[in-house]
Structure formats: structure tokens, C-alpha cells
């Protein structure tokens, strides 16, 4: 028989934050079986935010690169993207695109975002675009990266955390706004 935390829907149940320790992953399991998780970020986060079309999620992204990525090569999309699956472990995804028009080299830099995201609150959607920004500079997820994250949100990590716990509620529960 297996115990408790060995049930294969306990560990689905937490696939999201399999990186983090086991007594988080307890913490998130036992709040999950009590129903108490949504509540929970529901609290930290009352609303959604307002930003649902690419226009606006684009000058969104924009004004933060611009904030703190000035110097950085420009971003020329930031959208929603229906293609991007969260189980494939991706929020949003960043591409660089360089093509050769004439004598010239073109590049693009693109950020996608997944589009359960559309109906989050902001503080979900600016972690995910603080983390792509981040691999305008830094390709890698080492210190550096982290580093670069934290300076343009300081509350990265428990952002990061607490997205990961909305995907295991969402994934038991369905869509908390």
C-alpha cells in the first residue's frame, strides 16, 4: 500500500513545485486536500488584472524592459499564446528570431505568454514577464539570472511560488478568478 505522500495524485497533485522541499510540498499538499489553498491566494491576490489584449500586455511588458532593461535590444511582441502548455513546464516563453533582409541582420526578441494567464492577477503575469525579460540577458537559470529577477521584481521568489501553487489548485480545482 503506499503512503500517503507516495499516492501518484498526491504527486501530481504538487508536479508544479517538485523542486521545492518535501515539507513545502506537504505544506501545499495538505492546504490542497482541505480546500484551503485557493482561499489562500485568493487573500493575496482579490482581482485579476485588466490587461487582456496583446496591445496592452505589450506595452506593459514594454514599460518594465524600459524600467530596467533600457540598454537591452527592444522587444518587438509580447502576447498571449494558446500553444504554450503549462504541463510541458513553460508560463511563457522567449524566442530570439534573426533573419537576414538585404545586407542587414534583423532580430527579433518575442515573449509569449501562456493564456490561462490572461485572467490572473498582475502579480502572476509580471513574475512571468520579469522572467523573460531576464533571458534577454541571461540565457541560463544561474545566480546571475536569479539576480537580475529579483532586481526588477523584489518579490520574485514568492511570486514564483505562489504561481506554481495556483497551477496545482487549477489543476484540482479550476481557474480561482
Not at 505522500?5 to 499538499?29: C, F, G, H, W
Not at 502576447?79 to 502548455?85: A, F, N, P, Q, W
Not at 503575469?125 to 520579469?130: D, E, P, Q, Y
Request: glycine residues 2%; proline residues 3%.
Amino acid at each position: 500500500m503506499n503512503k500517503p505522500d507516495e499516492n501518484p495524485m498526491n504527486t501530481k497533485a504538487v508536479r508544479y513545485i517538485a523542486a521545492y522541499s518535501q515539507d513545502l510540498q506537504q505544506q501545499a499538499l495538505t492546504l490542497l486536500n482541505e480546500n484551503k489553498l485557493g482561499d489562500i491566494l485568493k487573500q493575496r491576490y482579490p482581482q485579476a488584472h485588466q490587461l487582456s489584449s496583446s496591445a496592452t500586455l505589450y506595452a506593459y511588458g514594454q514599460d518594465i524592459k524600459n524600467r530596467y532593461l533600457r540598454s537591452s535590444p527592444p522587444l518587438s511582441k509580447v502576447i498571449y499564446d494558446d500553444s504554450i502548455h503549462v504541463v510541458d513546464h513553460a508560463l511563457g516563453l522567449h524566442s530570439y528570431v534573426s533573419r537576414v533582409q538585404g545586407h542587414k541582420l534583423k532580430a527579433k526578441n518575442e515573449i509569449r505568454i501562456s493564456s490561462l494567464f490572461r485572467h490572473t492577477p498582475e502579480q502572476f503575469l509580471r513574475m512571468i514577464i520579469v522572467h523573460e525579460l531576464a533571458h534577454l540577458r541571461e540565457k541560463e537559470h544561474n545566480k546571475a539570472f536569479y539576480k537580475l529577477c529579483e532586481h526588477m521584481e523584489a518579490n520574485y521568489h514568492q511570486l514564483e511560488l505562489d504561481v506554481r501553487l495556483y497551477l496545482c489548485h487549477r489543476e484540482r480545482f479550476g481557474d480561482l478568478w
